[in-house]
T-cell receptor, first 113, second 115 residues
Framework: GENVEQHPSTLSVQEGDSAVIKCTYSDSASNYFPWYKQELGKRPQLIIDIRSNVGEKKDQRIAVTLNKTAKHFSLHITETQPEDSAVYFCAASYGANAGKSTFGDGTTLTVKP | EAGVAQSPRYKIIEKRQSVAFWCNPI?????LYWYQQILGQGPKLLIQFQNNGVVDDSQLPKDRFSAERLKGVDSTLKIQPAKLEDSAVYLC?????????????FGPGTRLLVL
């Protein structure tokens, strides 16, 4: 089955700096890669996603890049703000199994004011 | 649009007891997922329904866990008997299309503590 590894497990940055979180996946059939943000005690919420036919996607301060050859994808947050502090999860899934998602173990991001 | 609803929000039981969780997905969503999220880890898929049929239950401990989605809408997840290692947050999610790769919307979760 699919295996997703996420790094780093914790990340601390100063407000205004950039943050980068990386994930690798094992199954070359995976074609959908969402990123979720989970604040303490709350539900995971989708912040951005990318499909395998696209190399990069951007939404304001958030961007995701995908390298299918190397089987890794990354989340980039620019101009970080204290409210970006949360746990971020990456996931990989493929349509042949009706969207079964395998999640990474999460990155705890702390943005220091 | 109303979100995914789950109840109860919290549950404390003793080991060997039984417990049931309920989920009401977003109206019209064909696919429903149950995840187990242990503290410090990512959500792990337990079972996935498409309408009222099971798509994947390969990671469901079937000797103690069961789930159903009668009529293809609400779903219940049951643990009987519970073990200490079942302490976790149980998340329900739903997605619109029956095909793969669509956005999953999560419920608030049920936090289970087994003593």
């Amino acid at each position: 089955g699919e295996n997703v590894e996420q790094h780093p497990s914790t990340l601390s940055v100063q407000e205004g700096d950039s943050a980068v979180i990386k994930c690798t996946y094992s199954d070359s059939a995976s074609n959908y890669f969402p990123w979720y943000k989970q604040e303490l005690g709350k539900r995971p919420q989708l912040i951005i996603d990318i499909r395998s036919n696209v190399g990069e996607k951007k939404d304001q301060r958030i961007a995701v890049t995908l390298n299918k050859t190397a089987k890794h994808f990354s989340l980039h947050i620019t101009e970080t703000q204290p409210e970006d502090s949360a746990v971020y999860f990456c996931a990989a899934s493929y349509g042949a199994n009706a969207g079964k998602s395998t999640f990474g173990d999460g990155t705890t991001l702390t943005v220091k004011p | 649009e109303a979100g995914v609803a789950q109840s109860p929000r919290y549950k404390i039981i003793e080991k060997r007891q039984s417990v049931a969780f309920w989920c009401n997905p977003i109206s019209g969503h064909a696919t429903l997922y149950w995840y187990q999220q242990i503290l410090g880890q990512g959500p792990k898929l337990l079972i996935q329904f498409q309408n009222n049929g099971v798509v994947d239950d390969s990671q469901l401990p079937k000797d103690r866990f069961s789930a159903e989605r009668l009529k293809g809408v609400d779903s219940t997840l049951k643990i009987q008997p519970a073990k200490l290692e079942d302490s976790a947050v149980y998340l329900c999610a739903s997605s619109f299309l029956a095909g793969g790769g669509e956005t999953q919307y999560f419920g608030p979760g049920t936090r289970l503590l087994v003593l």
